[in-house]
Structures are given as C-alpha cells and as structure tokens.
C-alpha cells in the first residue's frame, strides 16, 4: 500500500482535539492583542520566497519545494509565512489602514530538510505579523503574544532570548568585523563556516558543528557594533520586556536563518532541549517590503511550530481538554426499532445533540459495549417493545450508581429530554 510521503504526517482523530486545542489557544491570544487572521496560498510565484528569504539562507538554498507549473511559472510551496503576508499587505493596499496592521495566520510550511523528530517535511505554523510600525513597542507587543501562548497553552520553563542584529547602516561595520575575526580562524572552522565566511559570515553563528563552538562564541557581539538609533531601539524593547515582566537573556550567537531580519531577533527555547527543539522565533524584518518591490515599511513578526508545540505539550505532560464524547448513542433491535433508530439519531443531530448509532447487525449487547465506550452520556435504546410502545429506554451511562438507572420515554419526548436531563 502507499505511505504518506517521507516527512510529512496523518493527523488521525485521536489527536484532533490536541490540535483544536493549541489552534484555539493560538486565535485566542491572537485576538486579546489585536491581531486579526490573514490566509494566504499555499503556494507563491517563487520570487517572493527567493527575494524575501533571501537567496544565501538554507531555505532558499536547498530547502524549497519549487516547481514550474503548467504555464511555466515558477512557484514555491511557501516554507514560511512572512513573505508571503508582506505580499498581501502590498497587493491589498494594507498601507492605507491604521498602522500597524496586526496579523497572525495558522498555516502549513514546507521545507525539503532531513526529517527528524521535530523536523518535517510539511509542518504547521503559528504567524503572527504587526506591519507599519517601526516603535520598539511593536516588537514587545508581539513578543509578548508569543510569549503568554506558550504560558496559555500551560508549558513550563522555557527561555526567551533576545538579540539586536543592527540595520542597513550598522551591520556591515559588524558583519566585518565577524569576517575578519573569522579569517583569523578559518583553519580551525569546518567546511560549512568556510563556505559561508564567503556568502553570509553572520550564519557562522548558529552553525551547530562542535569544533567550530569554541570560536563561534568568542566571536564579536552585534549589540557592540549597534548604531546609536539600534541601539536605543534594542535599549528600548528589552525595557518594555522587562516592564511586562518577560524574563529573556541576551544571546550573542542569535542571528537567526532568514535574511530579512533587522535589529530585534529573538527565539524560544525548550529549558533543555537540542538544536530541533526551538519552539519558535521571530524578529523586526524593516527592509523585507523593499525586497519585494514594495514601498520601505518595517515589520515584526515570529513563528511558532505546531509540530514541536505539540512534542513539548508531551514531554512536559501537560493535560489537555479531552474531547467531549457524544451525548447520546442510540442502540436498536432489528427491523421497525432499526428506522425508528435511525430517525432518533437523525433528529437528535438536527436538533443540536450530538449522537452517534450503532450500525451493522450486531446484537444489543455489542451495541451498548459500544455505547460505553463512546463516551456518550445516555444510551437510547429501541428494542421490538419500546418501537411497538412508540417509546425510548434512557439509560444513564454516568449514573453514580454505575450506570444502572433507566427509564422509559415517550419517542415524542426524548429530544427535550436528553437536552434537559444532566446526568
Ligand atoms: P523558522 O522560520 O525557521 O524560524 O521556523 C519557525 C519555527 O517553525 C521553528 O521554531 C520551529 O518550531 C518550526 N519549524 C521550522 N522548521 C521546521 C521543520 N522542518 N519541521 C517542524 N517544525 C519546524
């Protein structure tokens, strides 16, 4: 038989409610600060990942799921979402609304990588974006929804950590400084640095090879290399953290893999967790608009896994709302009792009550097995006597008592009274 493809997942109903759960909390969040959805496509004409992303980021580099489609358009299933919302803003003519405008969508992401535990090949994602506005608040603002949703969704000790990156003015003072520290290493650095230290000398940073260790954190810092404006910026938004009372640590080694990123850069980590376990992270993306083509306007955004969210919901044991089972399960003899059943069952949905029916040709008492294993609260049954009297036995499946009371209704009355009577 076929499999899924490598590195993608079934979601079975067992585990829908866990989903429904972290998706609720996530709108839920959203909406408390202001942040309104936004569903983009699936996929996107290839350049708005290729400029947005950045051609020198392992996204674009190797990761991307691109394709020419019949007319010959090259198109990406989108590995991120950012990009693809600051197109929206632009085709949409967001600009012309208060700013910022505050977005946040729950999405599906593909990226071609090495599937591992908490590495997929089409995974899920929380967004959220607040476009329009380059105030430090903005930043603390979103940190702070990223930062309550973990706290909502109920995981413990995680970390907060914050870097400034620098902009257009100061970052390349910075990033020469990384160079020609890292020249000075270059024996010692692994092939992958050496092969950066070319394109990107800023992704060194988060490289995870252990020999390389050792001189990456001994690297220069960006925060000492800032800008007075990026640094006031920086100064700024970790003060709005601490006044909200958002514990974080400054990451020197933080830069984060997408290139569109300016001054704030932050991430979540597990307490102890490996290099697949960072929950989410996110950053102030000001030059991204002009990237694609748009006029100069900042943004902050992050993303969070669901995928990974889901592990750490696991791993801490964190109990989830279970899903609520039927109300009523409806069991029958055969004949006549089966339609009458059926009917019940069909009646019941229709008016709001959540039903399930035994189906096939199995004998009463595999049905009310069935019925107590559902989770249901009553089961209604429809034997030859009830369908011959036009009635329905009532039998309370979460009695005190073990389940044992039972009582016969009129077929006319039972909606109104499987809607008042609680068990
Ligand atoms: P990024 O845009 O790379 O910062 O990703 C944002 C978040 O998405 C990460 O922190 C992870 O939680 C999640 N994520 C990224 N890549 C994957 C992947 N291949 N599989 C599962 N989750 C991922």
């Given at each position: 038989m076929y499999q899924a493809p490598r590195g993608t997942q079934d979601i079975l109903p067992e585990d829908a409610h866990l989903w429904a759960f972290v998706e609720g909390v996530a709108r839920r969040q959203a909406a408390l600060a202001g942040f309104g959805e936004i569903r983009t496509p699936t996929f996107e004409a290839t350049a708005v990942f290729q400029r947005g992303v950045g051609a020198t980021t392992d996204i674009v580099e190797k990761e991307m799921y691109t394709f020419l489609d019949k007319g010959g358009e090259s198109i990406t299933?989108?590995?991120?979402?950012t990009a693809a919302v600051m197109r929206a803003y632009f085709e949409h003519g967001m600009g012309s609304r208060p700013q910022p405008v505050k977005l946040f969508s729950l999405l599906n992401t593909f990226r071609y990588d090495r599937p591992q535990k908490g590495r997929l090949r089409e995974f899920h994602q929380l967004d959220v974006e607040s476009i329009g506005e380059a105030d430090p608040a903005a930043d603390a603002e979103v940190v702070g929804v990223h930062w309550r949703y973990y706290a909502a969704l109920g995981l413990r000790g995680l970390r907060l950590v914050v870097n400034s990156i620098g902009d257009a003015l100061c970052r390349p003072s910075y990033v020469e400084a990384l160079r020609a520290y890292f020249e000075a290493h270059r024996t010692e650095l692994c092939e992958d640095c050496n092969r950066r230290l070319?394109?990107?000398?800023?992704?060194?940073?988060?490289?995870?090879t252990p020999a390389c260790q050792t001189i990456l954190d001994h690297a220069p810092a960006s925060i000492d290399h800032l800008c007075e404006p990026c640094g006031d910026h920086f100064a700024a938004w970790t003060g709005y953290l601490a006044a909200a009372e958002i514990p974080f640590s400054v990451e020197h080694r933080l830069v984060r893999g997408l290139d569109y990123y300016s001054r704030s850069v932050w991430e979540v980590l597990p307490a102890n967790g490996g290099a697949q376990s960072t929950l989410g992270g996110g950053g102030r993306y000001d030059g991204l608009a002009e990237q694609l083509g748009g006029r100069s306007t900042p943004g902050v955004g992050f993303a969070t896994g669901i995928e990974r969210i889901l592990l750490a919901l696991k791993e801490q044991r964190v109990e989830v709302p279970a899903a609520p089972g039927p109300r009523a399960f409806v069991v029958h003899g055969p004949g006549i009792a089966r339609v009458q059943a059926f009917q019940l069952a069909e009646h019941l949905r229709a008016s709001g009550i959540a039903t399930d029916l035994a189906l096939g040709d199995r004998k009463l008492g595999k049905q009310m097995a069935s019925a107590d294993r559902s989770g249901a609260d009553v089961a209604l049954i429809i034997g030859e006597d009830e369908a011959a009297a036009g009635e329905v036995s009532v039998k309370n499946?979460?009695?005190?008592?073990?389940?044992e009371q039972q009582r016969r209704v009129p077929r006319a009355d039972v909606v109104a009274f499987v809607a008042e009577a609680r068990p």
């Amino acid at each position: 038989m076929y499999q899924a493809p490598r590195g993608t997942q079934d979601i079975l109903p067992e585990d829908a409610h866990l989903w429904a759960f972290v998706e609720g909390v996530a709108r839920r969040q959203a909406a408390l600060a202001g942040f309104g959805e936004i569903r983009t496509p699936t996929f996107e004409a290839t350049a708005v990942f290729q400029r947005g992303v950045g051609a020198t980021t392992d996204i674009v580099e190797k990761e991307m799921y691109t394709f020419l489609d019949k007319g010959g358009e090259s198109i990406t299933l989108r590995p991120e979402g950012t990009a693809a919302v600051m197109r929206a803003y632009f085709e949409h003519g967001m600009g012309s609304r208060p700013q910022p405008v505050k977005l946040f969508s729950l999405l599906n992401t593909f990226r071609y990588d090495r599937p591992q535990k908490g590495r997929l090949r089409e995974f899920h994602q929380l967004d959220v974006e607040s476009i329009g506005e380059a105030d430090p608040a903005a930043d603390a603002e979103v940190v702070g929804v990223h930062w309550r949703y973990y706290a909502a969704l109920g995981l413990r000790g995680l970390r907060l950590v914050v870097n400034s990156i620098g902009d257009a003015l100061c970052r390349p003072s910075y990033v020469e400084a990384l160079r020609a520290y890292f020249e000075a290493h270059r024996t010692e650095l692994c092939e992958d640095c050496n092969r950066r230290l070319a394109t990107n000398p800023l992704r060194l940073l988060d490289d995870k090879t252990p020999a390389c260790q050792t001189i990456l954190d001994h690297a220069p810092a960006s925060i000492d290399h800032l800008c007075e404006p990026c640094g006031d910026h920086f100064a700024a938004w970790t003060g709005y953290l601490a006044a909200a009372e958002i514990p974080f640590s400054v990451e020197h080694r933080l830069v984060r893999g997408l290139d569109y990123y300016s001054r704030s850069v932050w991430e979540v980590l597990p307490a102890n967790g490996g290099a697949q376990s960072t929950l989410g992270g996110g950053g102030r993306y000001d030059g991204l608009a002009e990237q694609l083509g748009g006029r100069s306007t900042p943004g902050v955004g992050f993303a969070t896994g669901i995928e990974r969210i889901l592990l750490a919901l696991k791993e801490q044991r964190v109990e989830v709302p279970a899903a609520p089972g039927p109300r009523a399960f409806v069991v029958h003899g055969p004949g006549i009792a089966r339609v009458q059943a059926f009917q019940l069952a069909e009646h019941l949905r229709a008016s709001g009550i959540a039903t399930d029916l035994a189906l096939g040709d199995r004998k009463l008492g595999k049905q009310m097995a069935s019925a107590d294993r559902s989770g249901a609260d009553v089961a209604l049954i429809i034997g030859e006597d009830e369908a011959a009297a036009g009635e329905v036995s009532v039998k309370n499946l979460r009695g005190e008592d073990g389940g044992e009371q039972q009582r016969r209704v009129p077929r006319a009355d039972v909606v109104a009274f499987v809607a008042e009577a609680r068990p």
